[in-house]
């Protein structure tokens, strides 16, 4: 079975700019969540997608946005991109809503220039 | 508030020698536990978890006991290798609505030949 990918792996912006980061989970799992991992913050979680619902959402601004779609597929989007963006965003996926067993994606690393 | 707290890395060890991540939590009821392990340019793999009091986890020679009364998970493996070498993190979840996964800082182990 095909593990959870991201696409883009690396990606290169601007200040102001605006990125769309995509997460395919394993087969079958219907619930998302997005982390992001940095070094002086270490790992903080964005948000959980199940069922294209939001069921859950860290502490951070609105800037930083989600979806999934029916085939349990989600994106995120980040708007009006900071230095302090730059980034290891992870995407995970469970079988079911806050399932505790967490498969993770190999990330996309985000640098904001 | 929910919070992990792991021992300070960066941890060196000989090939063979005995490994020890102590890793605490804190959180009211009962949460799940776990230990991810991040290889060099990848994403997070779950290593194992535990998900009540004195449940032992355990895969590939690593180990780590749910303590509730020190509320303490700490990772142990009695022979490391160098392909052990990795950054490990401690992490804990209540499931549910509440799924996501709260992490410590990571721990970096290198192991010499």
């Known amino acids: 079975k095909a593990g959870v990918t991201q696409t883009p792996r690396y990606l290169i912006k601007t200040r102001g700019q605006q990125v769309t980061l995509s997460c395919s989970p394993i087969s079958g799992h219907r619930s998302v969540s997005w982390y992001q991992q940095t070094p002086g913050q270490g790992l903080q979680f964005l948000f959980e997608?199940?069922?294209?619902?939001?069921?859950n959402k860290g502490n951070f601004p609105g800037r930083f946005s989600g979806r999934q779609f029916s085939n349990s597929r989600s994106e995120m989007n980040v708007s009006t991109l900071e230095l302090g963006d730059s980034a290891l965003y992870l995407c995970?996926?469970?079988?079911?809503?806050?399932?505790?067993?967490?498969?993770f994606g190999p990330g996309t690393r985000l640098t904001v220039l | 508030g929910n919070s992990v707290t792991q021992m300070e890395g960066p941890v060196t060890l000989s090939e063979e020698a005995f490994l020890t991540i102590n890793c605490t939590y804190t959180?009211?009821?009962?949460?799940?536990l776990f230990w991810y392990v991040q290889y060099p340019g990848e994403g997070l793999q779950l290593l194992l978890k535990?998900?009540?009091?004195?449940d032992k986890g355990s895969n590939k020679g690593f180990e780590a006991t749910y303590r509730k009364e020190t509320t303490s998970f700490h990772l142990e493996k009695g022979s490391v290798q160098v392909s052990d070498s990795a950054v490990y993190f401690c992490a804990l979840s209540y499931g549910g609505s509440q799924g996501n996964l709260i992490f410590g800082k990571g721990t970096k182990l290198s192991v010499k030949p």
């Open positions: 997608y199940f069922s294209e619902t939001q069921r």
């Open positions: 995970a996926s469970s079988l079911r809503e806050g399932g505790d067993t967490q498969y």
């Open positions: 535990a998900t009540k009091a004195d």
């Open positions: 959180a009211t009821g009962y949460p799940s």
